[in-house]
């Protein structure tokens, strides 16, 4: 985040959170008037409680008008959203290079940090400082939902949250999937956790295997525990996910010599949510899991994804063919200029 962005940030963090927030609802005011309340929460990925809080207060302040055929906005709101917007874009719009590459990849946002990962181990300190900065500004101040998956890069970048995104709000952490095996620091369970604790928030646990069969698949979702842990996964605010390589993520799930074999045949480069995608990003082989399916990305409103690294650049450009369009990358230069450039150097 620039320099401005991270001062107000310390001095009044609601009041980004906040200000963002009312902007972007007069926002989908202006562009769809006249709107409901339902339809612009479904469009923020907000609770139509909140909403209904944040439009009183819009109407209270003569910047909208609420009747039963819709919201629109006033003479004044329009000139507020006309000159909020510039100040949106110099607070919370990308740098070019960030545009670029989110133009490349087909989602809505890259945040680019210093380095190569592969190279400085500070780079994951960097990504976890971003990674709570934009949780701070996609969660809405009220109940949250946090679906989050495990693997290393997970793991590191979840130790830099902090309680600033515990303020107005109350955080759940659920594991976005079962146990792969084994570091047991880096599975779902374990990364809940670490993010409970760093934020002030509370998690659940999933207890038990990733890959079932699909008897015992169609069984697991009938406890009710584990129903329960499923049902708030279905109503996430956001998740978060790492990218990972093909065949380090092949070896995790235990595959023998002829499945690594097989992977290879079909080019595979990269999994995520149990599927193994081809530089073209076609499904190539995949797992049945318990936790959350790739088909439900879709109804999730924001998605954020982390890979670092030279090494990961392929699996990026893999896995981005299909990411859903709310996706957020974090990921460094070095990532980022492979992709734009071919060359992990900036040209």
């Given amino acids: 985040?620039?320099?401005?962005?991270?001062?107000?940030?310390?001095?009044?963090?609601?009041?980004?959170?906040?200000?963002?927030?009312?902007?972007?609802?007069?926002?989908?005011?202006?562009?769809?008037?006249?709107?409901?309340?339902?339809?612009?929460?479904?469009?923020?990925?907000?609770?139509?409680?909140?909403?209904?809080?944040?439009?009183?207060?819009?109407?209270?302040?003569?910047?909208?008008?609420?009747?039963?055929?819709?919201?629109?906005?006033?003479?004044?709101?329009?000139?507020?959203?006309?000159?909020?917007?510039?100040?949106?874009?110099?607070?919370?719009?990308?740098?070019?290079?960030?545009?670029?590459?989110?133009?490349?990849?087909?989602?809505?946002?890259?945040?680019?940090?210093?380095?190569?990962?592969?190279?400085?181990?500070?780079?994951?300190?960097l990504a976890g400082e971003e990674l709570n900065s934009a949780l701070n500004l996609l969660l809405p101040l009220a109940d949250c939902i946090v679906t989050v998956m495990g693997g290393k890069t997970i793991a590191k970048v979840a130790k830099k949250l902090n309680r600033s995104l515990s303020e107005n709000r109350s955080l759940i952490f659920v594991p976005g999937r079962g146990a792969l095996g084994g570091r047991v620091n880096t599975e779902s369970n374990a990364v809940v956790q670490e993010m409970a604790r760093a934020t002030g928030g509370s998690y659940e646990s999933l207890f038990l295997p990733e890959h079932v069969s699909k008897d015992a698949y169609r069984s697991l979702v009938r406890d009710p525990e584990i129903s329960g842990v499923l049902q708030d996964i279905s109503q996430s605010d956001v998740v978060i996910h790492g990218i990972g390589l093909a065949s380090e993520m092949a070896r995790r799930r235990g595959y023998d010599s002829v499945a690594l074999a097989r992977l290879r045949e079909n080019k595979a480069v990269t999994e995520c949510f149990g599927c193994f995608f081809d530089e073209e990003g076609h499904v190539v082989e995949r797992i049945r899991q318990v936790g959350l399916q790739f088909e439900n990305l879709t109804n999730v409103p924001h998605i954020l994804a982390i890979a670092l690294g030279t090494r990961k650049a392929k699996a990026i450009k893999a896995y981005m063919r299909n990411a859903p369009h709310q996706t957020w990358l974090i990921t460094d230069e070095a990532a980022a200029n492979q992709i734009l450039n071919g060359s992990s150097r900036l040209k």
Wanted: charged share 25%; no cysteine.
């Fill in 1 to 125: 985040m620039n320099t401005d962005l991270s001062l107000l940030e310390l001095l009044v963090p609601d009041a980004l959170k906040i200000f963002r927030q009312r902007y972007l609802i007069l926002e989908q005011i202006s562009l769809h008037a006249p709107i409901g309340r339902r339809t612009v929460a479904r469009q923020l990925g907000l609770s139509e409680r909140n909403i209904r809080t944040e439009t009183d207060y819009l109407r209270d302040q003569g910047l909208i008008e609420i009747k039963n055929f819709g919201m629109f906005l006033t003479e004044k709101g329009e000139s507020v959203v006309k000159d909020a917007a510039p100040i949106v874009d110099r607070l919370f719009n990308a740098s070019q290079a960030e545009v670029w590459l989110a133009q490349a990849l087909g989602i809505d946002r890259t945040i680019i940090v210093a380095g190569d990962a592969d190279l400085q181990s500070r780079v994951y300190d």
